[in-house]
Protein backbone atom coordinates (compact mmCIF):
# COMPACT_ATOMS: atom_id res chain seq x y z
CA UNK A 1 0.00 0.00 0.00
CA UNK A 2 1.62 3.22 -1.06
CA UNK A 3 0.60 6.68 0.61
CA UNK A 4 1.72 10.47 0.40
CA UNK A 5 1.70 12.29 4.00
CA UNK A 6 0.84 15.87 4.46
CA UNK A 7 3.55 18.21 5.60
CA UNK A 8 1.00 18.71 8.56
CA UNK A 9 0.81 15.03 9.40
CA UNK A 10 5.01 14.64 9.14
CA UNK A 11 5.08 17.67 11.28
CA UNK A 12 3.05 16.30 13.85
CA UNK A 13 4.74 12.82 14.05
CA UNK A 14 7.97 14.37 14.78
CA UNK A 15 6.48 16.44 17.51
CA UNK A 16 3.91 13.99 18.93
CA UNK A 17 6.06 10.94 18.72
CA UNK A 18 3.53 8.89 20.78
CA UNK A 19 0.87 10.19 17.86
CA UNK A 20 -1.10 9.14 15.58
CA UNK A 21 0.78 10.76 12.49
CA UNK A 22 3.92 8.61 14.34
CA UNK A 23 2.05 5.61 14.36
CA UNK A 24 1.67 5.73 10.57
CA UNK A 25 5.60 6.39 10.68
CA UNK A 26 6.18 3.17 12.39
CA UNK A 27 4.39 1.32 9.88
CA UNK A 28 6.22 2.51 7.32
CA UNK A 29 9.38 2.24 9.03
CA UNK A 30 8.44 -1.38 9.40
CA UNK A 31 7.69 -2.28 5.79
CA UNK A 32 3.53 -2.60 6.63
CA UNK A 33 3.49 0.80 3.85
CA UNK A 34 5.59 2.28 1.46
CA UNK A 35 5.94 5.91 1.44
CA UNK A 36 5.82 8.17 -1.37
CA UNK A 37 7.51 11.46 -2.00
CA UNK A 38 8.53 13.87 -4.77
CA UNK A 39 11.31 16.92 -4.85
CA UNK A 40 8.38 18.84 -4.45
CA UNK A 41 6.84 17.41 -1.23
CA UNK A 42 10.26 16.79 0.45
CA UNK A 43 10.50 20.75 -0.52
CA UNK A 44 7.72 21.53 1.06
CA UNK A 45 8.41 19.72 4.31
CA UNK A 46 11.75 21.40 5.00
CA UNK A 47 10.07 24.88 4.22
CA UNK A 48 7.34 24.24 6.44
CA UNK A 49 9.80 22.81 9.09
CA UNK A 50 11.42 25.70 8.82
CA UNK A 51 8.95 27.97 10.27
CA UNK A 52 9.87 30.19 13.15
CA UNK A 53 6.78 28.66 15.23
CA UNK A 54 7.92 24.93 13.78
CA UNK A 55 11.32 25.66 14.90
CA UNK A 56 10.84 26.35 18.16
CA UNK A 57 8.63 23.58 18.96
CA UNK A 58 11.25 21.91 18.05
CA UNK A 59 13.52 23.37 20.40
CA UNK A 60 10.73 22.38 23.04
CA UNK A 61 11.61 19.09 22.46
CA UNK A 62 14.87 19.54 22.21
CA UNK A 63 15.14 18.67 18.43
CA UNK A 64 17.28 20.67 16.13
CA UNK A 65 16.71 21.73 12.59
CA UNK A 66 19.63 19.55 11.64
CA UNK A 67 18.42 15.98 13.44
CA UNK A 68 14.65 16.67 11.99
CA UNK A 69 16.63 16.92 8.34
CA UNK A 70 18.70 14.07 8.55
CA UNK A 71 15.32 12.07 9.74
CA UNK A 72 13.48 13.28 6.91
CA UNK A 73 16.25 12.51 4.81
CA UNK A 74 16.14 9.01 6.57
CA UNK A 75 12.53 8.55 5.38
CA UNK A 76 13.16 9.10 2.10
CA UNK A 77 15.52 6.82 1.59
CA UNK A 78 13.15 3.71 2.88
CA UNK A 79 10.50 5.65 0.60
CA UNK A 80 9.58 5.67 -3.27
CA UNK A 81 11.00 8.25 -4.76
CA UNK A 82 8.43 10.18 -7.56
CA UNK A 83 10.63 13.26 -9.88
CA UNK A 84 7.52 15.28 -9.71
CA UNK A 85 6.95 16.38 -13.57
CA UNK A 86 3.21 15.95 -13.35
CA UNK A 87 1.35 19.38 -12.32
CA UNK A 88 -2.56 19.46 -10.97
CA UNK A 89 -4.80 22.32 -9.83
CA UNK A 90 -7.32 20.23 -8.17
CA UNK A 91 -6.87 23.23 -5.52
CA UNK A 92 -7.60 26.72 -5.64
CA UNK A 93 -7.87 27.39 -2.44
CA UNK A 94 -4.17 26.68 -1.53
CA UNK A 95 -2.14 25.70 -4.50
CA UNK A 96 0.41 24.64 -2.37
CA UNK A 97 -1.85 21.38 -1.62
CA UNK A 98 -1.19 20.00 -5.25
CA UNK A 99 1.88 18.82 -4.88
CA UNK A 100 0.47 16.12 -2.83
CA UNK A 101 -2.07 15.46 -5.42
CA UNK A 102 0.14 15.25 -8.17
CA UNK A 103 2.61 12.64 -6.02
CA UNK A 104 -0.14 10.73 -5.25
CA UNK A 105 -0.66 10.06 -8.85
CA UNK A 106 2.64 9.98 -10.36
CA UNK A 107 3.35 7.06 -7.49
CA UNK A 108 0.34 5.41 -8.14
CA UNK A 109 -0.63 5.90 -4.15
CA UNK A 110 -3.64 4.10 -2.67
CA UNK A 111 -4.00 7.67 -0.06
CA UNK A 112 -3.11 10.91 0.81
CA UNK A 113 -2.67 11.22 4.78
CA UNK A 114 -4.08 14.88 5.65
CA UNK A 115 -5.20 16.72 8.15
CA UNK A 116 -5.18 19.94 5.84
CA UNK A 117 -9.01 20.66 5.07
CA UNK A 118 -8.15 21.51 1.44
CA UNK A 119 -7.44 17.93 0.72
CA UNK A 120 -9.74 16.45 2.86
CA UNK A 121 -13.09 18.02 1.60
CA UNK A 122 -11.57 16.32 -1.84
CA UNK A 123 -12.32 13.15 -0.71
CA UNK A 124 -10.80 11.45 -3.17
CA UNK A 125 -8.84 12.56 -6.18
CA UNK A 126 -8.28 10.27 -9.32
CA UNK A 127 -9.32 7.07 -7.16
CA UNK A 128 -6.88 7.91 -4.37
CA UNK A 129 -8.81 8.39 -0.87
CA UNK A 130 -7.91 11.36 1.25
CA UNK A 131 -8.06 10.74 4.82
CA UNK A 132 -7.29 11.92 8.20
CA UNK A 133 -4.86 10.47 9.90
CA UNK A 134 -6.66 8.73 12.45
CA UNK A 135 -9.31 7.31 9.51
CA UNK A 136 -6.54 5.99 8.23
CA UNK A 137 -5.09 4.26 11.01
CA UNK A 138 -8.67 2.40 11.42
CA UNK A 139 -8.28 1.11 7.99
CA UNK A 140 -4.13 -0.05 8.50
CA UNK A 141 -4.91 -1.47 12.23
CA UNK A 142 -8.65 -2.39 12.41
Known sequence: MRVVLDTNVLVSAILSPGGTAAQI????RVGR??????????REHL???????????LERRNLSLDTVESFLEQLTRISIPVPAKIK?????EDPSDNIFLACAVEGNADYVVSGDHHLKDLGAYQGIEILHPAAFLEIIEP
Open 25 to 28: LQLA
Open 33 to 42: LELVFSTDTI
Open 47 to 57: RVLRYPKIRKL
Open 88 to 92: IDAIQ
